[in-house]
C-alpha cells in the first residue's frame, strides 16, 4: 500500500520560515511529477509547486521568490521550504505525486498539514 505522510506544518509569524516534507512508502516502481498543492478556508485547491522527475519546476505567481520546491529521489521525498510567510499563505498543504505500481501510474494524495500565519 502506497503512502504519502507529511510533515513540518505549523503556526508561524508572518516573516518566518517552515519547511515542509512529504515521503512516500510503499511498492513503488517510479515517482514523476511529485507537488504541493493548497486550500485555504472557503477556497478551492490550487497548485502551489512542482518538480519533475528530473527537477524541472514550477511555482504559482503568489509564491514565487519565496517558495522553494526540492526533491530527494533517493528518499523517495518531496520538500517544500517556505520563506517570508504570509497570512494568505495559511491553509491545508497537500503533497501530490505521479507514480507507478505494478507498471500503471496512479496519483496518490497526502492526508495534508496545517499551515498558519498569524501573530
Known amino acids: 500500500q502506497v503512502q504519502l505522510v507529511e510533515s513540518g506544518g505549523g503556526l508561524v509569524q508572518p516573516g518566518g520560515s517552515l519547511r515542509l516534507s512529504c515521503a512516500a512508502s510503499?511498492?513503488?516502481?517510479?515517482?514523476?511529477?511529485m507537488g504541493w498543492y493548497r486550500q485555504g478556508p472557503g477556497k478551492q485547491r490550487e497548485l502551489v509547486a512542482s518538480?519533475?522527475?528530473?527537477?524541472?519546476?514550477n511555482y504559482a505567481d503568489s509564491v514565487k521568490g519565496r517558495f522553494t520546491i526540492s526533491r530527494d529521489n533517493a528518499k523517495k521525498t518531496v520538500y517544500l521550504q517556505m520563506n517570508s510567510l504570509k497570512p494568505e499563505d495559511t491553509a491545508v498543504y497537500y503533497c501530490?505525486?505521479?507514480?507507478?505500481?505494478?507498471?500503471?501510474?496512479?496519483?496518490?494524495w497526502g492526508q495534508g498539514t496545517q499551515v498558519t500565519v498569524s501573530s
Open positions: 518538480i519533475t522527475s528530473s527537477a524541472n519546476t
Open positions: 501530490n505525486a505521479e507514480l507507478s505500481l505494478g507498471g500503471l501510474r496512479y496519483n496518490y
Open positions: 510503499g511498492s513503488i516502481e517510479s515517482i514523476y511529477d
